[in-house]
């Protein structure tokens, strides 16, 4: 048998079907091969049709025919109910179509027939154009998805055409910038468990943000398919309230703390109230089961603060009882009505402090800039190599510049008598490149680079310190002993006095009693009942130049500080009175002496 395409030998009759057409090969005497029909084919031999088969020959007339069937499809044009949007929902039509089967040569032949389907789209572009227009379909027609569904020959749906929908209106919201509960739980972490600060008491500071307004904004309207407006919905409005110690500002759409306090929201179907209470009474003692105590206004505790406890407040705090290893830190003033013991007090916040040193830093940063616009200023000009420039730098500092050295220092100096927590990270790198610039022997080379450093981390620090004096805050203390007491204002212990007490006051220090065993650094005057003891207990006075020291009575080994003069008791003396005279030389005057 002979593969199709190529013709068998002559001697053996034989019919083949090659690319859909019929071919015949036979010998001159030899029997002619026979062609049968299949179902879907008709076949005529010289015009005559044959349902069997049928013997043929090179000569005969063959012609093979076949037939194809049609299945029609079918579309629909649906609109969604809110008339927002129409769709062509597609079935396709199919097309049968059948082809002569291609086969080797055989004496007997039985012909065959390839079947495929042939889907076809159901719909034209004009028809779903004209289908649209009839529905009254006028808005959001895609015709890039009617051109797609004209071509498409599977079953799929096509939005054909959208509305657009309306823009909800915004329903006015009032955000409250502060938890509505008096105290919460501080979270403990599963390493470290902290009882101490069990809660965190609900304050906010004067001027802050408490609640913010978004008013209520109108929708826009939507439009359907059919071009007709849909309208949105209306928005729902509520009112923003001011109670005590709050205002309204920004046309009444926010809501601004007037006091420092705990605020408070009052909630209503239409309307949010917002106020605050000024004052933290905690009424017993702060101790573990209170946890410590921080609060942004005023704090009362009216027992006593144990060991290991914190009491925190931007504003003042009152202690009815005694304060024993622990910390107590006031914005304002601190009155502990008891003793101290073993503890740390702070009255006027650390920002007191700094507020302090602002016009030394605002000087310093001032006489930095300009040496650094000095060196830019020589770097410009062509006739200075980056040698002479360097060759310069003690010229400037030895003429135009000889104050930045000092500043330098007096900058350190403030920075050590500040309390630890008022020194930041950027103070402390700031105070460290000053001092390697200029506190000691220059090390021109490096200058510029620490320039760049000083004068940034200046503008830093100044953006950061509130303008204004610095606030006063007082303590007020019965007795301390082993403690530390520090204040932006005036330091007085109206009881028995201070043992192995550190004070440092920015006012004024009084101690009614007695004061052993410790220090004292004011910036203004200091009256002290007793200084020292009789068994020579090193007891050490500091203030500057202008301020005076007057002792009831002072005690062997007993130091004063003046500015930089010291002066050292040997003996006992009485009503003394220790101040610099014209001179700037230490002047001790006192009514009578005891040997």
Known sequence: MQEAGKSPPRQ?????????????????????????PCRGVRLFVNGKEYTTAVVVSKSDAVKIETTNDFIAGSWTLEIASDRMAAFVKLQPARELRRELADLPPSAYLQLQLVETVHPLPPA???????????????????????????????????AVARGQKPVPGQDALIELLFSRESKLPVAIGDVKINFRERYAFNSVEAGAVLARKTPAAPGKPGTNIHGQSVEPPP??????????????????????????GRPKAIVKQNEVAVEISPVLVHPGDVDLSSGNISFKGDIFIQGSVGEGMRVEALENVQV????????VQAG?????????LSSVIVAGGKQGFMIEGANLLREFSLLTARMKQAIAQLRQNPAFSEKEVA??????????????????????????????????????QLTNSALKAFGGLPVYPEIPAYLESITHLADRLLAEIPAG??????????????????????????????????IEAQGSVQVKGVFRG?????????????????????????????????????????EIQIGKRIHKFVREESNVKVRLDKNKEIAVSYATRSV
């Not at 690319?19 to 062609?35: C, D, N, S, T």
């Not at 928005?235 to 007037?258: F, S």
């Not at 304002?332 to 101290?340: A, M």
């Open 12 to 36: 053996h009759p034989a019919a083949w079907v090659e690319k859909g057409e019929l071919k015949v090969e036979h010998g001159a005497e030899r029997p002619y091969p026979v062609v049968a």
């Open 124 to 158: 034209t572009f004009e028809e779903i154009l004209d289908k649209l227009k009839e529905k009254n379909i006028v808005f959001g027609i895609d015709l890039k998805a009617c051109l797609e569904a004209a071509d498409c020959r599977e079953q799929k749906n096509f």
């Open 235 to 260: 928005p729902k409005d509520i009112a923003l309230r001011a109670g005590k110690g709050v205002m309204l500002v920004e046309n009444g759409l926010t809501a601004v703390a007037a006091q420092a």
């Open 320 to 327: 009815g009882g005694y304060v024993a290893h622990a910390t």
């Open 332 to 340: 304002g003033s601190v009155f502990i009505q008891g003793n101290v």
């Open 391 to 428: 060759r310069a730098l003690p010229i400037l500092l030895e003429t135009k510049f000889k104050e930045i050295p000092e500043y330098a220092k007096k900058l350190a100096a403030l920075v050590n008598s500040l309390p630890e927590d008022a020194i930041t990270e950027e103070l402390r």
């Open 469 to 502: 004096h610095p606030r006063k805050g007082d303590v007020r203390i019965a007795y301390a002993l082993n403690s530390v007491l520090k204040a932006t204002g005036d330091v007085r212990v109206f009881g028995d006095g201070c043992f192995q007490t550190t």
């Open 518 to 558: 410790g220090k004292i650094y004011s910036r203004r005057n200091v009256l002290v009942g007793e200084l020292g003891s009789r068994r020579g207990l090193k007891t050490r006075v500091v203030v500057p130049e202008g301020a005076f020291v007057h002792l009831g009575k002072v005690w062997e080994n007993a």
